[in-house]
């Protein structure tokens, strides 16, 4: 094959596919904006950079879902726990209120987490 051949054939797949993707998103710069839903068939994966990573979300007021729960913003911090030493003290109010902090604690982490429905 000619390479003034190739370079028509590449420039005819870049229009057709082009034209193709036209249908499903309006191409602004650098990004795709789907005006549709967009469904991966089964078995694909998302494949993302090494060196960048891949941020979902770029602000704390973007909604997010999971597994068909309602998009929420991002959840609040949850508070650290307190916990005082306890260590053969024998001083039940002291260990109540350690253990207590830790399940409030643990208690907001699950609500978070059900909030953006990563667990039920």
């Not at 650098?30 to 469904?39: C, G, M, V």
């Not at 053969?88 to 109010?93: M, V, Y």
């Not at 643990?106 to 909030?115: K, Y």
Request: charged share 20%; glycine share 8%; hydrophobic share 35%.
């Amino acid at each position: 094959m000619t390479p003034e051949i190739e370079k028509k054939i590449q420039e005819e797949v870049t229009r057709r596919v082009s034209e193709a993707m036209s249908q499903y998103t309006n191409f602004f710069g650098d990004k795709y904006l789907f005006e549709r839903n967009i469904q991966i068939l089964d078995g694909r994966k998302i494949t993302v950079g090494q060196t960048n990573g891949l941020t979902i979300g770029t602000a704390a007021t973007q909604k997010i879902a999971l597994w068909g729960a309602t998009p929420v913003d991002q959840p609040e911090t949850v508070s650290d726990a307190s916990v005082s030493s306890v260590s053969g003290t024998g001083d039940d109010a002291n260990i109540n209120s350690s253990l207590g902090s830790l399940a409030t604690a643990v208690n907001a982490i699950i609500d978070r987490m059900q909030e953006v429905g990563s667990i039920k």
